[in-house]
């Protein structure tokens, strides 16, 4: 069922009728046939997204423009700036056909996206107008004009995730984008967009053509016109010395600068003047042009054809191809299903950014000393220690590197450190398990434990088969002399392996199996490792000795020796 409401937006700020305003998604039919602005992407309040793809589809593929090509104008930037407010006057224009009185009557409230005032946002996530335009460019060709509004960015509601791919998938879709910023472009304006778009162009194919095309810098209530004039002429002024980059300027500057530039094929930029006290204070505008001050009018006049004149609109273009709504649905589709994902890092702001590096450094030095430390107590020409003294000094100086950890200031509060404490903790471990294993290499004893435990086994099994024998019990006897056979065969295999460095990975195997036999107290323990060890790794067997049996073949020629 459609519901009616009664909004307003910013730049002024009161809204649409109740008779013109619906709210309309891909399960309800339009009320009485009349275009709308169309709800395509919905934030979810556990901050995933989510893409009406049905509503979408009934935009894009109905019969008329599915198969022509697309232009995508989209309007972006910070919540409560009038991105619907101006929207609603490209909708004017386009209905009426651009013609010279396309803002029609003074007295007329503005209709079309739902837009207010105050201090709450009202757009979310990014809307379609229902109707697509059809225009005809100067070459004679057809073309099909869509227009999208988007969510605004920074609001107390909405994740830095969310403003970024809210961002990013609208500049990705359209071939226009209006950046609305107010009152000047600062340098803070200018790292959000560093940050969206790069954002966007991480979910894109890498190509080495410039991955968007046209933004266009709005800038709204511009209070300089000594400076700089209004209008485009004016703007392109001040945006050349905005994206200016000099050698004095610092590293960081620049490569926000240069980022830029290397992002869109095209950028310009237009100043507006304030709309006017009434449109800013009056809590009941509801978008008449009377009430709207005449230099923001004239200059409207000059920004709406200007961006939207068959002239000046770009038709959509991925990788140097143009695209037709039905292409841009897909690509809809596709580049959706990357932020649904995990693929993509989440963006950060400037403190979660500053104290993860800080509370990371922190860890670095921490685990420097342990590593210093513990060098000092059993790394390289050091002598063998016993284990349990090891154990003593790794505690020692583990608790001493926590303490430096701990006594280095870092941002985030305790709560966000606590996590690196714990990563800390773990990597300590895990580095004294490598001291302990080169710590036990430099034993005797353990070194030649593999060859003396080879030994053994050829021992008992050369007495077994020889009492076997003996008494006559020539399976157990053939059995004791197949298994010292093979001893002596991994024994030579084995000091050929530390002789050479070859095969290495077999040589641990056998280092593994006679731990096994070695440590275990249980014969039936040591049987069932060996045979775990034997089952993983028998890719090896087979590539050290080509020729022998395989062991799936095994079990049939015990069958055969048995009849």
Known sequence: MAKHRKERDSWGEWSLSDKNVYDWSSEEEEPDGRAQPIQVLLVKDDHTFELDEVALSRILLAEEVRDREVVAISVAGAFRKGKSFLMDFMLRYMYNHASEGWLGDADEPLTGFSWRGGSERETTGIQIWSEVFLVDKPNGRKVAVLLMDTQGTFDSQSTLRDSATVFALSTMISSMQVYNISQNVQEDDLQHLQLFTEYGRLAMEETFLKPF???????????????????????????????????????????????????????????????????????????????IDGEFINNLKVLVPWLLSPLNIDVKEINGSKITCRGLLEYFKAYIKIYQGEELPHPKSMLQATAEANNLAAVAAAKDLYNKKMEEVCGGDRPFLAPGELQARHGAIREEALQVFRGVKKMGGEEFSRRYLQQLEGEVD??????????????????????????????????????????????????????????????????????????????????????????????????????????????????????????????????????
């Open 430 to 563: 895990e580095v004294f398990v490598q001291y302990i294993k080169h710590n036990d290499s430099k034993n005797i004893f353990h070194a030649a434990r593999t060859p003396a435990t080879l030994f053994v086994v050829i021992f008992i099994m050369y007495v077994a088969a020889g009492i076997t024998g003996f008494v006559g019990v020539d399976i157990i006897a053939s059995l004791c002399n197949m298994i010292l056979g093979l001893a002596l065969i991994t024994l030579c295999t084995w000091a050929y392996i530390r002789y050479s460095g070859e095969y290495r990975e077999l040589g641990a195997v056998i280092d593994q199996v006679a731990g096994a036999l070695w440590d275990q107290g249980s014969t039936n323990e040591a049987l069932y490792k060996l045979y775990n060890v034997a089952a993983n790794h028998r890719h090896l067997y087979h590539h050290a000795f080509p020729g022998g049996p395989r062991a799936e073949d095994v079990p049939e020629e015990q069958d055969k020796k048995r009849d």
């Open 213 to 291: 095309q046209s933004m266009i810098f709005l800038v709204r209530d511009w209070s300089f016109p000594y400076e700089f004039p209004y209008g485009q002429e004016g703007g392109m002024k001040f945006l050349e010395k905005r994206l200016k980059i000099s050698e004095n300027q610092h590293e960081e500057l620049q490569n926000v600068r240069k980022h830029i530039h290397s992002c869109f094929t095209n950028i310009s930029c237009f100043l507006m003047p304030h709309p006017g006290l009434k449109v800013a204070t009056n809590p009941h505008f509801d978008g008449r042009i009377l009430e």
